[in-house]
Structures are given as C-alpha cells and as structure tokens.
C-alpha cells in the first residue's frame, strides 16, 4: 500500500496515478453526501427550535428521521405472514412483562354482574 494525496492505494497503482474514477470505482465515496432542500419557515423553525432545546443539531435529527424512514419501508415490504409473525412476537414480549391483572374477559364479565343481579 502506499499514500498519495490523502489516499491510500495497493501496490500495483505505484507507477500509474488512478484517475479520480477509478478511486471512486474502488474505493466508494470518501465524505458524506451533501444536499440542499426546501423546507418552509415555519417547519424550520420549530425543528430548530426543538432541536436546539433537545441540545441537538438539526443535522442530526434530519439524519434520524431519514433513517427511520428508511426502516419504516423496508418493515413494509414484509410478507403478511411475517407482519403477522412479528406482531404475535411483540404481544408476547409484552405479556411476558405484563403485571398480574384480571383479563379483559374478567373485568367486563365483573362489571356485567354488578349491573345485571343474578
């Protein structure tokens, strides 16, 4: 490996510079992606506003929300079978910490003999 420019590069690149493309083939991009958007005043503001009372950048909450809609889609292209799957899941974790309590069916079942003597 050797460095030139700030970039390091296998062996075989010694006597012939790479060109700017052939760094990128190889080695992807090296920064991060910049992009400007329109967002009206009012939006911004109160992002900023939030934001700043969080003690964030309004970068990082932008990156944030990019990510977690980028997981909302891929959750969406799930199967039914799998929605159901990981639904099932979740009830059961959340029954697993649940306190003891009456049961729905215990609680209505309750109240319907209060009203109604036998």
Sequence with gaps: MWE???FVFPKFWRHRWPTTLTV???YGYTVNMKATI???DDVYRR???KSAMEGRAVREVTIELYRRWLREE???ERSPREWLENWVRLGD???HDAPAAPTGR???EEDRNRLEPR
């Design 38 to 40: 329109d967002v009206p």
């Design 93 to 95: 974790e959340l029954l």
């Design 47 to 49: 992002v900023k506003a």
């Design 74 to 76: 891929a959750e969406v």
């Design 24 to 26: 990128i083939q190889v």
């Design 4 to 6: 030139r420019g700030g």
């Design 106 to 108: 215990e609680i209505l």
